[in-house]
DNA sequence: CCGTATCCATGACGATACTG
DNA sequence: CAGTATCGTCATGGATACGG
């Protein structure tokens, strides 16, 4: 397998609780899966659909994470084709919540930019 | 040397604007500094202390990302050395402050997670 | 339909040395 | 003090092909 040769490139430090956060929604894509999970449960497809140009690979990825971080919920149900979507747990959707926020003072941001180039 | 065969990597689709808002405290560090303004003033070097593991070629970095992007203000004084310091800006406090919700929620995942190695 | 596996280009970041 | 310049490495994620 892989060898470890020096140890790691980021050995967390994170003394500060943001930092610890960040984690939970870096990483490409992942911001959008939670925010199109916002409205309602999608499947697989669709996100795929939604999130444009996210391969099913990253997909994947940032779904399992977010699942293992408490953040949403994968469903199945065992029809044929079986079908699997996922929502967002309640903490999740207070997280979805609060990011919102968040967005609103990006764009006010936005708008405070003197325009330079 | 290396052949560029298709250049893109990224051709931000970003329709969802926490997307855009996620690119504002992306990258290593960019969060903590915003988090060690949060209490008032702070210069360069007293940064780099706090933020302990971050380079000097990384502060620099991201307080002029942030600087651009109307996050914090850089001010100057003319003294002998002279002296830089940093100050979030009006906006940039609320940004803080509405991170602090999101990082309130995000511990409470923490707590929510089912506890497995 | 819902993924998993592999391959490798890109760029983010750490280390280090140098400057006004 | 407050940076800038250059270099090397590793992790991220896009492309592609395959599996249940």
């Not at 999740?92 to 990006?106: F, K, M, S, T, Y």
């Amino acid at each position: 397998m892989v060898k470890r040769r020096k140890s790691k490139v980021l050995p967390p430090p994170s003394r500060c609780p943001l930092h610890q956060c960040m984690r939970l929604l870096s990483g490409a894509w992942t911001a959008d899966v939670v925010w199109y999970l916002r409205e309602g449960k999608r499947c697989f497809t669709e996100l795929e659909t939604d999130i444009e140009g996210v391969s099913a690979k990253m997909l994947t990825n940032r779904l399992r994470k977010l699942e293992h971080d408490g953040v949403i919920e994968r469903c199945t149900k065992r029809t044929s084709p079986p079908t699997v979507w996922y929502v967002l747990t309640p903490v999740g959707q207070e997280l979805c919540g609060a990011l919102a926020n968040v967005v609103d003072i990006a764009q006010r941001l936005k708008r405070t930019q003197v325009t330079r180039p």
